[in-house]
């Protein structure tokens, strides 16, 4: 079986916190996704990459902070988080990696 790359481009990494463990106990992975990926998309690549069945996708975008370095004002980009919801008997193990 062989992976379409573009998959890869829909998701970036999984997120690893506290507060994606605790998600991971009610059948949920974090992952950080593109900035236009919509969630039929995030859907189909993670069931393509993982082998899982989806029952439903949330997504949060978290807006860029303002930061100084060296007295210039800059920005960090805005990012996009996918709570990616797994059907009964399914799992994801995100410590292995993609």
Do not use: C, W
């Not at 974090?30 to 069945?53: G, R, S, T, Y």
């Not at 920005?75 to 009964?88: S, W």
């Amino acid at each position: 079986m062989s992976v379409k790359p573009e998959l890869y481009d829909v998701i970036r990494r999984p997120i690893i916190t506290e507060k994606s463990t605790m998600a991971s106990e009610h059948n949920a992975v974090v992952f950080e996704v593109a900035i236009d990926a919509n969630k039929p998309q995030i859907k189909e690549a993670v069931e393509a990459l993982f082998n899982v069945k989806v029952k439903a996708v949330n997504t949060v975008v978290s807006k860029g902070k303002v930061k100084r370095f060296r007295g210039k004002v800059g920005k960090r980009k805005d990012t996009k988080k996918a709570y990616v919801t797994l059907q009964e008997g399914n799992a994801i193990d995100v410590a292995t990696g993609l």
